[in-house]
């Protein structure tokens, strides 16, 4: 394939000043963006420049520092919103993570709208964080959680998907990119025809919103979650998307400071959201620090963060596929996969091929990846996953490749 | 950078000792170790004096956590329970070599906290012990 310089990738590997590390002798190839990824300059130094020139608590004082602070606060909350082009900066509520913004969901609008003999739909290829928060729902209502299957590619089952919808499920919580088989779902088309039954959806954009351009207008969904440790920003920060007036009619998450308008002995008021569901004092400088993460990634365009990472993990499978003994899952289209890479060589078991990877200086995640539903239906213990972002290039792929070959001399595959 | 994975170890992986089970074990005993899904089952059977008359393990997952406890099986064959109980984490770690990381060192040490847990349930003192099993 012909390699398409989308940006200077040298260039930005300057940015990340981790990636200089040199671990058990070697240069640090960090293959587990899935699970978190590396941090640049730009949003270490701005949450530096947060604690030493403007660090105070927001909405409430009166002085300039706290004023400073509150419209860095909501400065970043405007470019969420602008990143993801929700209507308003009001449709987003931050939140710890992706699993906060699920369980917020769960709590302030499933209580309401799941009852006694309801249905949610999920899919085989969720993460544990979009099925946990839903058992718990189910089980306190009543409601039956029906399951997406998949194909052994990794494909959704179209046929189950309208089956279920059917029946009349009230909510479809699904991932826009699976993190063990990397597949993209097609969630537009799937929220059109969840819409025509009355059915509401959840986009889990965990692995999504960090590495391709995402239009909550024209994906048409009704909640999208995210979290910032994914894309370059701090851990602890997060987002929840909630289409047009849906957090008005939803009840409170959490209760304390910050989300009330009036308080009372005996009965209080909320604010409008989205402060109702940013209840005492939040992670302000998280969120700064995200602002900053979507500026340095918008800076680049995540239409050729996206493209790179496409060619890199065709790469990647083209490359790895040539090692004996390998299986690699999910599918095999570049186009409708992510930049995760999740593997087994023969009888080696994923945690030692992590130890010996590690030992080349390669860091990689093994193991169920927080999903242990579709590796049961994938039938196997485990895998180990190589994923990819901006910053990584084809020498590391390769690199991989031969850490892979030093792996089955030593297994005598 | 020398590998944990010796020849030794990838041998007790691919042609595992005393795999297998017991059909008159007074001693049976099974854990796992979440982390990494490694499940390691111990039975022993006990002769006349109270010596470990015969061991089998069974189980699934890691290199370092299966070889471990075909290697512990083939330590405690034979020894009294009062010799058995004394192995310590220290035997098993030179028993495989090389360093571990804290996170693999849990897999190097389930059987024998599996072993300890069986032995100590059937003696009855598994409440004393469980500073020493969380410690494993």
């Given at each position: 394939m012909q390699k398409t310089v989308q940006y200077n990738v040298e260039k930005v590997r300057q940015d990340f000043p981790i990636l200089q590390r040199i671990i058990n002798g070697?240069?640090?190839?960090?293959?587990?963006?899935?699970?978190?990824?590396?941090?640049?300059?730009?949003?270490?130094?701005?949450?530096?420049?947060?604690?030493?020139?403007?660090?105070?608590?927001?909405?409430?004082?009166?002085y300039k520092v706290s004023e400073e602070a509150t419209a860095a606060h909501e400065e970043a909350r405007a470019k969420v919103a602008r990143f993801i082009n929700a209507r308003s900066p009001n449709e987003i509520v931050f939140v710890r993570g992706t699993t906060e913004a699920i369980n917020l969901v769960?709590?302030?609008?499933?209580?309401?709208?799941?009852?006694?003999?309801?249905?949610?739909?999920?899919?085989?290829?969720?993460?544990?964080?979009?099925?946990?928060?839903?058992?718990?729902?189910?089980?306190?209502?009543?409601?039956?959680?029906?399951?997406?299957?998949?194909?052994?590619?990794?494909?959704?089952?179209?046929?189950?998907?309208?089956?279920?919808?059917?029946?009349?499920?009230?909510?479809?919580?699904?991932?826009?990119?699976?993190?063990v088989l990397g597949t993209i779902n097609p969630v537009r088309e799937l929220i059109r025809e969840?819409?025509?039954?009355?059915?509401?959806?959840?986009?889990?954009?965990?692995?999504?919103?960090?590495?391709?351009?995402?239009?909550?207008?024209?994906?048409?969904?009704?909640?999208?979650?995210?979290?910032?440790?994914?894309?370059?920003?701090?851990?602890?920060?997060?987002?929840?998307?909630?289409?047009?007036?849906?957090?008005?009619?939803?009840?409170?998450?959490?209760?304390g400071g910050e989300m009330i308008s009036e308080v009372h002995?005996?009965?209080?008021?909320?604010?409008?959201?989205?402060?109702?569901?940013?209840?005492?004092?939040?992670?302000?400088?998280?969120?700064?620090?995200?602002?900053?993460?979507?500026?340095?990634?918008?800076?680049?365009?995540?239409?050729?963060?996206r493209l790179h990472e496409r060619e890199i993990t065709a790469y990647a499978i083209d490359k790895l596929s040539r090692t004996k003994g390998i299986t690699i899952y999910g599918p095999s289209d570049p186009q409708a996969r992510g930049g995760v890479v999740s593997f087994n060589l023969g009888d080696v078991h994923p945690h030692d091929m992590a130890t010996l990877l590690d030992e080349d200086g390669i860091a990689v995640r093994s193991g169920q990846h927080c999903a242990q539903p579709l590796h049961e239906r994938l039938g196997i213990p485990a895998t180990t996953r190589a994923s990819f972002y901006l910053y990584n290039t084809e020498d590391e792929v390769d690199r991989l490749a031969n850490s892979l070959e030093r792996v089955r001399g030593i297994f005598k595959l | 950078m020398s590998s944990i994975y010796s020849e030794i170890i990838l041998d007790y992986y691919r042609n595992p000792r005393n795999k297998g089970k017991l059909d008159r074990a007074q001693i049976r005993a099974k854990d796992t170790n979440p982390l990494c899904g490694d499940v390691i089952e111990i039975q022993m059977e006990l002769d006349g004096d109270s010596k470990v008359k015969d061991i089998r393990f069974n189980g699934m997952g890691c290199a370092i956590s299966q070889a471990s406890a075909s290697m512990l099986t083939e330590l405690v064959k034979g020894k009294s329970l009062d010799e058995a109980r004394k192995i310590s984490k220290e035997d098993i770690?030179?028993?495989?070599?090389?360093?571990?990381?804290?996170?693999?060192?849990?897999?190097?040490?389930?059987?024998?906290?599996?072993?300890?847990?069986?032995?100590?349930?059937?003696?009855?003192?598994?409440?004393?012990?469980?500073?020493?099993?969380?410690?494993?």
């Open positions: 070697k240069p640090f190839i960090y293959l587990d963006n899935a699970a978190t990824a590396q941090k640049p300059r730009q949003v270490i130094e701005t949450l530096d420049r947060f604690y030493k020139e403007y660090n105070a608590n927001i909405h409430r004082g009166i769960a709590h302030a609008w499933g209580r309401k709208n799941v009852g006694l003999g309801d249905n949610i739909m999920l899919t085989e290829m969720e993460h544990h964080s979009n099925i946990v928060p839903w058992q718990l729902l189910a089980k306190e209502k009543g409601a039956s959680l029906k399951y997406v299957g998949i194909t052994d590619q990794g494909i959704l089952e179209r046929y189950e998907f309208q089956q279920h919808l059917q029946s009349g499920a009230k909510l479809f919580a699904v991932a826009h990119s699976s993190n969840a819409h025509k039954t009355g059915c509401c959806v959840l986009v889990d954009a965990a692995q999504s919103v960090p590495h391709m351009p995402v239009d909550v207008q024209d994906l048409d969904c009704d909640f999208l979650a995210f979290s910032g440790h994914k894309m370059c920003g701090p851990t602890g920060i997060g987002v929840l998307y909630a289409k047009g007036n849906l957090f008005d009619e939803m009840v409170p998450f959490h209760g002995p005996y009965e209080s008021s909320w604010k409008p959201p989205p402060y109702k569901f940013e209840a005492g004092t939040t992670n302000i400088e998280g969120a700064i620090g995200l602002g900053a993460a979507i500026d340095y990634l918008s800076n680049i365009g995540l239409r050729k963060i | 770690l030179s028993l495989i070599g090389g360093q571990l990381s804290a996170v693999r060192l849990k897999c190097a040490l389930l059987s024998l906290k599996v072993m300890k847990t069986g032995l100590y349930n059937y003696i009855g003192s598994l409440e004393n012990a469980k500073e020493e099993l969380s410690s494993l």
